[in-house]
């Protein structure tokens, strides 16, 4: 079967301030089940979705941020972020959460899921999916 | 429809699932198991516990395939399979467990 | 292959026109509708990047939510094409994916 298409969720929205981000992730993780290459890209205020240090216990509702961790689980490996998206909000790869995956085919060796790409560099592989879905 | 845990009346959705997460309490299980005229053995907290710690880290349930891959790294390939969750969890081991253990039903999970 | 861009929103609310601008492949098309038509006029602070665009991407305004709006044809820069419902839907189809700037 050829069917399996690429879907890339597109994040463009910070955590808490509105629901998108938790929504994306809620439909990245339902939409695992089905067997399609997925990838997610973050840009703009998007890239705040996965920076270290959350903590919402003062806003009583839920930390969401430690579930991207589990995206390698999920056979997720690719995560995009935008270059100039951090470097437009003082951000560099070292204030983000660690994304990693086993490699099944590399004797399950633990390797970066985070692929930092310059815009020119995101273009190309958006226009490589199938399906892109916003967020 | 509540139920009663050590003299304590916990709230549980529709369909048996813990309303706040944080009241859990090991006895739980046992209750949420006796009703569904099931007795845990060591197999049985074994993935619940894995449950626990898995939710603990990634605030998530994972979904089955994720778990049974997850279960077969930790306990080893003779319990990482799903007809092994399946003859301890007959219901079927996200929800089944899950509940058990006091996590949301499994994202994706109907 | 071959891609829409649909910007919805008001430039001035927004970045999603910017950031399609940035992200869209030569030869790509971008569809403005909604508040996103606020983007298609002149003398605008975001003219300049919407000409600067015109020689990658072919843009299109629909003209509904123009006069929705009380704006016309002569109000939108020069380059961009004013459409109605039927070219929306024959661009979606005429295209193998749709990039829904939110």
Known sequence: MSDIKKFMYVNRRAPYGTVYAWESLEVVLIGAAFDQQVSLAFL????????????????????????????????????FVEKESLEKRGLTVADLIPLKYEDENDNYAEKDSIKLVSASDLVKVLEEQDVLLNF | MPIEVNGKTLETDEEGYLSN??????????????????????????????????????????????????????????????????????????????????LPKPTGCV | MSTLHTVNKSPFEKNSLETCVRLASKGNAVLMYEDGVYGALKNTAVANLV???????????????LKARGLDAAKVLDGIKVVNYNDFVKLSVENDKVQAWL
């Open chain 1, 44 to 79: 703009d205020d998007g890239v705040y979705q996965i920076t270290k240090g959350q903590d919402t216990t003062q806003l009583g509702i839920k930390n969401f941020s430690p579930t991207f961790s589990a995206l390698g689980d999920y056979g997720i490996t690719n995560i």
């Open chain 2, 21 to 102: 997460l944080t009241e859990w309490e090991p006895a739980v299980a046992g209750i949420m198991a006796k009703l569904d005229n099931c007795e845990l053995t060591d197999s049985h907290w074994e993935v619940i516990n894995f449950l626990r710690e898995y939710y603990e880290e990634y605030q998530i349930a994972p979904a089955v395939r994720v778990l049974t891959k997850a279960i077969g790294k930790k306990l080893g390939p003779d319990k990482g399979n799903s007809k092994y969750l399946y003859e301890l969890f007959p219901y079927g081991p996200g929800k089944q467990a899950c509940k058990y253990a006091g």
């Open chain 3, 51 to 65: 000409k600067g665009a015109m020689s990658n991407l072919q843009f299109y305004v629909l003209g509904p939510d």
